[in-house]
């Protein structure tokens, strides 16, 4: 996998990091209380300048305003909730919706908001807090690489839209089944995407969660690789 200068690091579920040209982007921030974070990254995380989301479900977001208020990196997820996760502290928020492209200062990345198919709402207490819709992302980086952040989905047939526009080179795809695209699917999405690279995220957290990697192996198209993580390992 070539990541251009960048390096990639899976922390488990749907949580990466990503560290480019000296600059840390983390998305779907969940450590503290994932299950699959190994320690020494829930005790030391570098500081984040750059914190998406792609929705307010607390296995995406729960390390959202703990990081936001420590470190205040530029955070981006849909208007509503940025709305919420303002009441609770997070300054710089920088709010989008599908389709549209912003590019943060100083990160050398273009970031994309592209559909998702799931649902999307903020446990608050006792509330269940509506939080827009949920989406994906593509980075675009200075490098030229190209990533994409399916977030939680089923496979839709506007993922063909995707590659045709942006082309990822990586696309991180939830696989685990139940709440989203299991292997037969996440095969199906990567038919449509065709990127080279293909990282398999959102499975084995959660005894729930039972679609695998070698399950999806055999039914990848030809061109696309698949690429494991391990909790926890950078490439
Ligand atoms: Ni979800
Ligand atoms: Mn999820």
Redesign the pocket.
């Known amino acids: 996998m070539d990541l251009k200068g960048a390096t990639l690091t899976w922390l488990g579920h ?1 949580t990466f990091l990503i560290e480019n040209a000296g600059k840390h982007i983390l998305i779907d921030p969940f450590i503290t209380q994932n299950p699959k974070t190994p320690e020494k990254w829930k005790s030391n995380l570098p500081k984040i300048d750059l914190l998406l989301c792609t929705h307010g ?1 607390g ?2 977001m729960a390390d959202a305003i703990g990081i936001a208020t420590k470190d205040q990196p530029v955070a981006i997820a849909m208007p509503e909730f940025c709305g919420w996760l303002g009441k609770k502290g997070v300054k710089n928020c920088a709010g989008m919706n599908k389709g549209g492209t912003q590019r943060p200062e100083g990160l050398g990345v273009a970031v994309t908001m592209v559909d998702a198919r799931h649902s999307s709402g903020v446990q608050d207490g006792e509330n269940m807090i509506y939080a827009g819709e949920p989406c994906g992302y593509v980075l675009t980086f200075d490098s030229g690489l190209k990533i994409y952040h399916a977030g ?1 989905t089923c496979v839709f047939g506007d993922m063909a839209i995707i590659r045709e526009l942006y082309s990822p080179d990586i696309a991180l795809l939830p696989i685990g089944d139940h ?2 695209m299991g292997p037969n699917e996440a095969a199906y999405a990567a038919k449509l995407l065709q990127p080279k690279w293909l990282v398999p995220m ?1 499975f084995g957290t959660f005894p729930v969660l039972t679609g695998t990697p070698a399950a999806l192996k055999p039914l990848l198209p030809s061109g696309v690789e698949l690429v494991e993580f391990q909790p926890g390992e950078t490439k």
Do not use: I
């Open positions: 749907a479900h296995d995406h939680d709440y989203t959102h």
